[in-house]
């Protein structure tokens, strides 16, 4: 799995995350940085988040968690990126992300 990974770095960029849109293709995803926890609100899909390190070591897998009520964390993670669920199958704590940006 290569995602291509779209950045969000400022403020408002990372405050609304995922929220309102329809859905991410596939083999797509978001990195919030930095960040160590997620909510789902106004979110319209469900999603896994892979919460990372700076070197995007993968710490935690939190996988399919729901739009509107899921919630994650990793208290040790730099960032997270956010991808459609299901398509962190793959992955296994301990990784390294394969990615390229936008």
């Known amino acids: 799995m290569q995602l291509q990974i779209e950045t969000a770095d400022t403020f408002f960029a990372r ?6 849109r329809k ?3 596939a083999g797509h995803g978001l990195l919030i940085a930095p960040c160590n926890s997620i909510h789902m609100c106004f979110m319209r899909f469900a999603i896994d988040a892979i919460f990372i ?3 995007y070591k993968v710490l935690k897998v939190a996988r ?3 739009p ?3 919630m994650a964390w990793c208290w040790k993670a730099w960032g ?5 669920a299901g ?3 793959d ?3 301990g990784s390294l992300l394969p990615h390229s940006f936008t």
């Open 15 to 20: 405050f609304r995350g995922l929220m309102l």
């Open 23 to 25: 859905r991410l293709p």
């Open 53 to 55: 390190d700076k070197d």
């Open 64 to 66: 399919n968690v729901k």
């Open 68 to 70: 509107w009520i899921g």
């Open 80 to 84: 997270v990126v956010e991808v459609s």
């Open 87 to 89: 398509e962190a199958k």
């Open 91 to 93: 992955l296994q704590t």
